[in-house]
């Protein structure tokens, strides 16, 4: 009996390493490859070279203003956003939840769409930092709105069609800026609420990256009180979670890693839903301490790739992430709903 | 007083309807308690609400005196688990994952399974039979086996108090068995259990109480019986005509039928349950150990009847024994004895006390004649011994090995010494019980209040109490008198022989008057006489008073000059201080009397009480009127120690009976000079141990009377002849003492 037990932990803890020894490669080489990758292609044994002060100063520049930073926004948003997702799912106990889904996205486009035709529109001056910072208002708004709604609504389920309302609400007061708004004032917004990763500075990706390893740490100490949560509230709250708080404490750190991807790359669509429930099917395994590094890195693999793709499939025209993740994931969510009928 | 569960005053509902208002219930450590009633009852809702998922509408849950709601989170997860009905669905944990969460209130920061954590885990899921499931995925086994698994889980929290919403919903017969059996062993470690179940036949079987949940907030807590008897299951239900009768008239039959074991004293859900084990003296009193509102009928306040061996089918009693009860017992005993009420019940059956009305104008003829006590005394003589001598070679020639019936033969032999009888007779025994009250229970040392001594005299007439229902069942008689019983109670089978209403504290000053001493001797006596007019074979002498272990000990401390501390024992099991309290009592009464050890009659009245000295005359009184008579326990023994020092040939007619755990009693019997039969570990008094020694008598006399001779049975017996020598030679050495004036 022991020793079976043992053995199983053993053959558990083997997949594991394995799940993890994968993802890490696809992780480097991801990164090797969309540094490479582009209009201006890179060899990959230059990279170190150039960096090293070799090469032209364009290719210096193409690598470390633009390249780099992309590719480092690119790991950290799209890990950002695939444990997001999982604290939702884990939260709501419902596998579809995700900050696009909760109307969380929707909240930031209102909020950026509102700035735009007002101060931007006036001023005739797009800056990307007052966007970042309208789109995490609006994350946070649609949040707090929840978050609100959570202490009068007792079930999950139902709190989790509240957001899918409030996703509603913001898009039709989008629609409705939208309508009355002039052609050049909103094609910017156009822009933005298709997703993008690219143009990001070091700045950027030093703000994302001190908002996302805040997260993660809380995160990964919440993990225990998460793992409570998979059998439920109610026994969670048995066993001694304190329920109410936590449920806040979930629910702020999912929106946080939301927003601050929604807030520097716009609503990126579906990372949140399939990422995490990849992972659980490749780890076999929901236990938070696993999971969420797992997600992460997942999330970076899945955001690294979609993001080559949509920069080279049809170069010199970059496509829009969502475009490429909804066409990756959106299949995947499907097959999903098809086969959880065990 | 702080009980283990307390839900006061429960309100429970949501906030837009109340489902049920106002629960009061008290849930002991160890108990199952179910509830039971139809859907929407409103059951998970009550379950919910202790649970601390639905906020309580009005009231608290208090463990062990404390309020739940004001415990945090984890503090609580470690008092209390739940299975609820809930589904859960968690996506790809094994069932060992889903046990191990039970560990959560103990596992540190990142929820570490510790060494200890597996360990509580595999027993769980060894104790639920779950071990082979442990690493299949949760969403791929059965309902049933998630209902194991989530129970297992529930253990592995450890809680003293588990709560189960429907637990056996998915389970199959025979895991649904196992799960009460289960239960059962848990609830006898100690484990609180509350649960709602849809199958009464369980509920009723593995509960100890069952708490009846109806829709419009209804609410009754008993105990299987109880809701069986009362066809609540039938009300609860609704049920139209002719159901209840087809499920459950049967099970109530049955129901009645195991009642018969239930007394007053198995009531499980009694603190002190079982009795007489508790060092808790200061909330148990042995008062409740004679409950004196058997008599009582109806106006107890439970439900009972009466059967000829006493008091049965005690249920849903209003005054079980608890301290807080005092009152309320008392006041309805005290109704009662003033009413003098007699209840039908009690007159359909014949007990032994009731054939004839006393009459005591004979008695009160001797206790008032001239005759002196020294006269009285004189007139004792010593046993046959031309008969003991003849009586000794009827048994060497029975068929059997001499001597090697024991004392048996040496009892048949005093016997036949005593009546003048080659065959005496042991056909009618009667029980002398003289029942007085001492002053002395002001110093606080008695065992229960006053009052008892009256209620427990009348009970005894009844056949009621241990002693009076162990005579009853053998067929001796129970007469009992009342010396000086201090209340007032109404009963004309007790002889009314009052000499004085309860003693004088002995700790201030002497208990009685020479006087009183003196009369209540002679009515001892004349009780004896009484015995012998009635043609009475032996006697056995109990007391019923409150107190008299200690005057008792006060006796035998000056007749046999030891100290206090010798000499005084636990009594009704009080504690250390009590105790040391009890034997300054002992010191006190002595010193302040100074009685005179030569002098027994002094000693009673100064430091004895009115049992005593009764009790002392009818060990005069049987060796006057040539009787048999049986020393019970401490007390009894003290009295008979007191009329070997009035007269030692007194002796001669005393048998002993059982050892009492007392410690002045083997002090008293040494030198009275009889040792005790057996050891029973009785220490209850009122005689009890005096039906014992009678069957060890009648033993004696059936074998005089039925046992084949050598000739009879055709065998010489010639062989036997240096064997008859050698043990007859050996027997006088060995019962010299009894036999040493033949």
């Known amino acids: 009996m022991k020793q079976e037990l043992t053995d199983s932990k053993k053959k558990q803890n083997r997949g594991f390493a394995v799940v993890f020894a994968v993802l890490i490669l696809a992780v480097l080489a991801g990164a090797v490859l969309s540094t490479a990758l582009g209009s201006v292609s890179i060899e990959p044994g230059r990279i170190m070279e150039i960096l090293a002060g070799g090469g032209s100063v364009q290719e210096r520049n193409i690598l470390t203003q633009i390249r780099l930073p992309r590719m480092c926004m690119t790991i950290l948003l799209g890990g950002a956003l695939a444990v997001s997702g999982y604290l939702l799912q884990t939260f709501f106990g419902n596998p579809i939840a995700g900050p696009y889904v909760l109307g969380i996205s929707s909240g930031a486009k209102l909020f950026v769409c509102a700035v735009m035709l007002t101060v931007v529109g006036k001023s005739g001056r797009s800056s990307s930092a007052i966007l970042v910072l309208a789109a995490f208002a609006g994350s946070l708004a649609a949040t707090g709105l929840i978050v609100g709604l959570s202490r009068y609504v007792r079930h999950m389920a139902s709190l989790l069609a509240a957001g899918i309302m409030i996703g509603y609400i913001c898009n039709a007061l989008t629609d409705f800026l939208v309508t009355f708004a002039e052609d050049a004032q909103i094609a910017n917004l156009r822009g933005w609420s298709q997703g993008s990763f690219s143009g990001m500075d070091w700045k950027s990706v030093a703000a994302a990256a001190v908002i996302v390893a805040a997260a993660m740490t809380l995160t990964i100490r919440c993990s225990k009180p998460i793992g409570a949560f998979e059998l439920g509230e109610a026994y969670a709250a048995s066993m001694g979670v304190n329920v109410r708080m936590y449920r806040v404490v979930l629910i702020m750190l999912s929106s946080l890693l939301s927003a601050c991807v929604t807030a520097f790359a716009g609503p990126v669509s579906f990372v949140g839903i399939a990422v995490p429930f990849l992972m659980r099917k490749s780890l076999r395994s929901s236990r938070p301490l696993v999971m969420v590094p797992a997600c992460f890195l997942g999330g970076a693999v899945f955001c690294l790739y979609s993001d080559l793709i949509a920069r080279m499939v049809f170069a010199p025209t970059e496509l829009n992430i969502s475009t490429v993740t909804s066409l990756i994931g959106a299949p995947v969510v499907i097959y999903m709903l098809a086969v959880r009928k065990r | ?742």
């Open chain 2, 1 to 742: 007083m702080e009980r283990f569960l307390h839900l006061h005053g429960l309100s429970v509902g949501y906030p837009t309807r109340k489902v049920l208002e106002n629960i009061e219930l008290e849930i002991e450590k160890g108990e199952i308690l179910t509830l039971i009633g139809p859907n929407g009852a409103g059951k998970s809702t009550l379950l919910k609400s202790i649970s601390g998922q639905l906020p309580l509408l009005a009231g608290s849950v208090m463990m062990q005196g404390q309020d739940l709601a004001k415990c945090d989170a984890k503090e609580r997860a470690r008092k209390m688990a739940v299975v609820l009905t809930e589904a859960i669905r968690p996506e790809y944990m094994t069932c060992r994952e889903v046990c191990a969460a039970g560990r959560y209130p103990y596992t540190g920061r990142m929820g570490i399974l510790r060494r200890e954590d597996e360990d509580a885990v595999d027993r769980a899921m060894a104790r639920m039979k779950v071990e082979d499931l442990a690493e299949r995925d949760f969403g791929a086994i059965s309902d049933g086996q998630k209902q194991r698994v989530l129970v297992a889980r529930a253990l592995a929290q450890e809680t003293p108090v588990l709560l189960m919403d429907e637990p056996t919903s998915y389970l199959d017969i025979r895991y649904r068995t196992e799960l009460m059996e289960t239960l059962r062993g848990l609830a006898a470690e100690g484990k609180t259990i509350l649960m709602s179940l849809h199958e009464i036949d369980l509920a009723l079987e593995v509960s100890d109480r069952l708490l009846c949940v109806k829709e419009g907030g209804e609410v009754f807590c008993g105990t299987p019986q109880e809701v069986l008897t009362g066809e609540r299951i039938r009300d609860l239900f609704d049920m139209p005509a002719g159901m209840y009768e087809k499920l459950f008239k049967e099970k109530a039959g049955q129901a009645a039928l195991t009642q018969q074991d239930h007394t007053f004293f198995a009531n499980r859900s009694c603190k002190y349950f079982p009795c007489h084990k508790t060092e808790d003296t200061d909330n148990f009193n042995c008062l409740f150990c004679y409950c004196p509102l058997y008599g009582m009928g109806p106006d107890c306040g439970g439900h009972f009847r009466y059967t000829k061996k006493g008091v049965k089918d005690c249920t849903g009693c209003l005054v079980p024994h608890k301290r807080e009860n005092y009152p309320l017992i008392m006041e309805k005993l005290r109704a009662r004895n003033r009413s003098g009420q007699t209840d039908a019940a009690l007159e359909n059956h014949g007990d032994p006390g009731k054939k004839e009305t006393p009459d005591i104008s004979e008695i009160l003829t001797t206790v008032n004649s001239a005759e002196p006590l020294a006269d009285c005394i004189r007139g004792i003589t010593p046993p046959d011994a031309e008969i003991a001598r003849l009586v000794r070679d009827d048994l060497d020639n029975l068929a059997m090995p001499p001597g090697s019936l024991g004392k048996i033969e040496t009892t048949a032999v005093r016997m036949a010494a005593i009546t003048g009888r080659r065959k005496p007779r042991a056909e009618r025994r009667r029980i002398v019980v003289l029942c007085a009250d001492n002053g002395l229970v002001e110093e606080g040392i008695g065992s229960a209040p006053q009052e008892v001594t009256a209620a427990q005299a009348v009970n005894m007439t009844r056949g009621l109490t241990g002693m009076s229902s162990i005579a009853g069942y053998r067929g001796d008689q129970v007469q009992v008198a009342d010396i000086g019983i201090a209340t007032d109670y109404h009963c004309d089978k007790v002889l009314p022989l009052n000499v004085r209403k309860g003693t004088a504290n002995i700790v201030k000053g002497p208990a009685m008057t020479r006087d009183e001493a003196e009369r209540a001797i002679r009515i001892g006596i004349g009780l004896a006489e009484q015995a012998s007019r009635d043609n009475i074979d032996i006697v056995g002498v109990g007391e019923m008073g409150i107190g008299n272990t200690t005057t008792s000990a006060a006796v035998i401390s000056v007749l046999t000059k030891r100290t206090a501390e010798d000499v005084t024992g636990l009594g009704g099991g009080i504690t250390e201080d009590a105790f040391r309290h009890k034997v300054e009592c002992v010191r006190r009464a002595v010193t302040v009397n100074s009685p005179d050890p030569e002098d027994p009659v002094d000693v009673l009245a100064k430091v004895g009480g009115l049992d005593l000295a009764a009790m002392c005359g009818v060990f005069l009184g049987c060796a006057r009127y040539r009787i048999p008579v049986v020393i019970d326990g401490l007390i009894s023994a003290a009295a008979a120690l007191c009329a070997v020092r009035l007269c030692p040939d007194c002796r001669l007619y005393m048998f002993p009976s059982h050892e009492s755990a007392e410690k002045g009693y083997r002090i008293a019997m040494e030198a009275v000079g009889i040792e005790p039969w057996f050891k029973l570990d009785m220490r209850l008094g009122e005689g009890s141990g005096c039906t014992m020694a009678f069957g060890v008598m009648e033993a004696a006399c059936a074998v005089l009377d039925r046992m084949a001779t050598f000739e009879k049975a055709g065998i010489d017996d010639s062989y036997l002849d240096k064997l008859r020598q050698d043990v007859t030679a050996r027997g006088e050495i060995q019962t010299g003492s009894l036999h040493d004036r033949k």
